[in-house]
């Protein structure tokens, strides 16, 4: 197997699905009218944030929708938020609504997220819309975990049996993750900062979901002859004084050893925001009534 075929490409994945996304805009926009409304709320100045909204935003025209930001000062409190959020789950015109997070200390996100007509929010992060991942109702899933999902189904096929570990246990990345993983009944492992020997359960995986927010922690060698790894990392580190992006998975020493692997930069990140636009486009057509094109 050469190492361009162990290779899962997101970004080219993701560009398939924006696609896709923009003929099924079109085609509501024709027979239906209407074009999905994504709004989304920037507070501060965190200069990777002003980055992701900015293609969020491109993103969203891109794919023929309409794309509405609102970019608040750091000192932007919480009441001014949840009126914000107050105004835009109103709006008839705006069918997601998503906080880009990290927010400042003075809010509370959680509070934020729960504000959020659950019907609107394409983060999938509202209490739920994680509670219908976990009891099987018809939701809205969060874009990251969903993504790595769309990456390993096409790369696997059925997931049935596979024995699964995600490290990191996060409420908008590892847990969902897990969840859906175990919708596909896979066999999870939930990985953490006091798991006793993460060496040993990464060693036994089949697949393994690297989300820890740590760069290249997770070791070339713990990973099976054959298993397939699903990088979230994006840490920014300096290498001979200059920026680079690494994962939390010490990509070269494994891409001998497995299947598939994503890159960073190039993997699980631009399916992001590629769920991000279809958990929109399904918002939108819910709640108008209108069956999601094919
Ligand atoms: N409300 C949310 N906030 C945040 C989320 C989220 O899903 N919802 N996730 C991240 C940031 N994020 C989207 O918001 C995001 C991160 C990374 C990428 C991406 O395409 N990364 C590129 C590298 C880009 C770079 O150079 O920095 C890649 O991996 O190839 C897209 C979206 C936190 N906040």
Known sequence: MSDSSRIIDGKAFAEKLRAKIAEQVAFLKEKHGFTPGLAVVLVGEDPASKVYVRNKGEQTKAAGMASFEYKLPDTTSQAEMLALIDKLNKD???NGILCQLPVPKQIDPQ????????????????????????TGGEGLVPCTPYGCLLLLKDRLGDLAGKHAVVIGRSNIVGKPMAQLLLNESCTVTIAHSKTKDLPDEVRRADIVVAAVGRPEMVKGDWIKEGATVIDVG???IEVNGKGKLVGDVEYATALPRAAGITPVPGGVGPMTI????????????????VKLPD
Do not use: E, M, S
């Open 274 to 289: 590629g769920l991000l636009l279809r958990n929109t486009l399904v918002a939108a057509c819910r709640q108008r009534g």
């Open 111 to 134: 509070a934020i997220i729960n504000a959020i007509d659950p019907d609107k929010d394409v983060d999938g992060f509202h209490v739920v819309n994680a509670g219908k991942l976990a």
């Open 234 to 236: 994006i840490n920014r």
């Open 92 to 94: 008839p015109n705006v």
